[in-house]
């Protein structure tokens, strides 16, 4: 079974950046969707951003404009670049498939604050 390890989270402050990275043991080749989600304290997990096998996006509100969700099938990882972090985004992330198909990973968490 796909084992998912997502890494780079860290304390930043407002406004600063930050680069996930999420690893699958198994080709992401034939995914057709790969998502960033995240689950902030006492919140339900959340899907963030996904991107298709073809490279479309597509991100929630809270985070266009900000955040870029990248793919390399060769390297079987996922990214996620996040600038003007806010507080707000203080959360766990995770990756997955868009239909969450695989074992959640344990996440990496981003706390943003001064």
């Known amino acids: 079974q796909v084992q998912l390890v997502e890494s780079g989270g860290d304390l930043v402050q407002p406004g600063g950046s930050l680069r996930l990275s999420c690893a699958a043991s198994?080709?992401?080749?034939?995914?057709?969707?790969m998502g960033w989600y995240r689950q902030a304290p006492g919140k339900q997990r959340e899907l963030i951003a996904r991107i298709t096998s073809g490279g479309a996006t597509v991100y929630a509100d809270s985070v266009k404009g900000r955040f870029t969700i990248s793919r390399d099938n060769a390297q079987n990882t996922v990214y996620l670049q996040m600038n003007s972090l806010k507080p707000e985004d203080t959360a766990v992330y995770y990756c997955?498939?868009?239909?969450?198909?695989?074992?959640w990973g344990q996440g990496t968490q981003v706390t943003v604050s001064s």
């Open positions: 997955n498939t868009y239909s969450s198909r695989w074992p």
């Open positions: 198994g080709s992401i080749a034939g995914i057709y969707a």
